[in-house]
């Protein structure tokens, strides 16, 4: 741990992640083969997964894209924990649309166990992946 | 054992997964310095168009609903220190028009954006909207940027048929916050 100057400049435990291998199809877990990890020790993201160094609070966020050419109507995708239906995963839902493209984001304050690990199932929809600039992962320790 | 100060001490302890860590009681980390923060917000009366920087905090009636570290000028951040930051946009559209392959950028160094490449990430980031015609669309991003000392962060409209609302800065928003050290 350092604080130096007038900013608690922690070494803080973060994880990023894009993907530009084309689309993810459905259910499955969207994964990312652009991937920078930052003072992870051990876990991170590597793949589709987010893994927990640390017992601990995260944020975590994800940033999709939906192309025009899918039927948005009573679709989701899931922000998942343990690629499971435990009761900390979030829905993104959207219905009565199609044929354009649109965001589909979701972001999550969680307590994770050294261990468990964050995805995105895919679900019902076939998100965006041609370029990193439009899909993306972002993690961080909060403590 | 543990180094007492006035009001905190600084001691180690044992994790669930049988970690040693580092512990700071009494003391949340923002008391140990100005963690650099901003929120900046959009009040000009007016249609936000293409290829411009939203410029919130001069604008005629923006508001910077704070900028602590004094890091933001005419709505662009620049990062004091090296390190790792965060950083979200709220934005709409006006809906008195199409909205045909519209997007913006948070940009760093004005950046239109490489991609595909771990370099690349810390860029731009790009939000896209498209075939939503003539209706109010809420279109939000957010990302983690890896920054240098003296890199900047803007938001840049690239792309936009419409404009974007700017009438309120309930519905126009950056903001952001260094996270600490890579």
Redesign the interface.
């Known amino acids: 741990m350092e604080v130096s100057g007038n900013y608690a400049a922690y070494e803080r435990c973060n994880a990023r992640g894009g993907r530009s291998t084309g689309d993810s199809g459905t259910a499955v877990e969207y994964s990312f083969n652009v991937v920078s990890n930052s003072n992870n020790d051990t876990g991170g993201q590597s793949g589709a997964r987010f893994t927990a160094p640390y017992d601990g609070t995260y944020w975590i966020y994800y940033w999709f894209m939906i192309r025009n050419t899918t039927t948005q109507n009573n679709k989701r995708w899931r922000l998942r924990i343990n690629n499971s239906s435990d009761n900390r995963q979030v829905y993104v839902y959207t219905s009565n649309g199609g044929g354009y493209y649109r965001e589909a984001q979701s972001g999550i304050i969680v307590n994770l166990a050294a261990g468990d690990f964050v995805s995105c199932y895919t679900d019902l929809f076939n998100l965006y992946g041609s370029s990193t600039l439009y899909s993306r992962v972002n993690v961080t320790f909060l403590g | 054992m543990a180094l007492n100060f006035p009001n905190t001490s600084i001691d180690s302890f044992t994790?669930?997964?049988g970690?040693t860590r580092?512990r700071l009681n009494g003391l949340f980390?923002?008391a140990?310095?100005?963690?650099?923060a901003f929120q900046v917000r959009h009040d000009a009366n007016a249609v936000i168009a293409a290829g411009t920087t939203l410029n919130f905090e001069s604008s005629a009636v923006g508001q910077t609903v704070f900028d602590d570290g004094d890091n933001v000028s005419a709505g662009i951040f620049t990062a004091?220190?090296d390190?790792?930051y965060?950083f979200y946009v709220w934005l709409m559209d006006e809906n008195d028009g199409s909205n045909t392959?519209d997007y913006y950028?948070i940009r760093v160094n004005n950046s239109g954006?490489t991609?595909?490449?771990?370099a690349?990430?810390d860029t731009?980031?790009?939000?896209?909207?498209?075939?939503?015609s003539s209706h109010h669309h809420q279109?939000?991003?957010?990302?983690?940027f890896?920054l240098a000392e003296g890199d900047n962060v803007r938001v840049y409209v690239d792309r936009m048929d419409v404009g974007m609302y700017g009438n309120s800065g309930y519905y126009c928003m950056f903001a952001g916050c260094?996270?600490?050290?890579?």
């Open positions: 994790d669930a997964s970690d580092l980390r923002s140990a310095g100005n963690v650099p004091p220190v390190g790792v965060w392959n950028s954006g991609g595909n490449t771990v690349g990430l731009a980031f790009r939000v896209y909207s498209s075939g939503r279109w939000p991003g957010g990302v983690i890896h260094y996270l600490g050290r890579t």
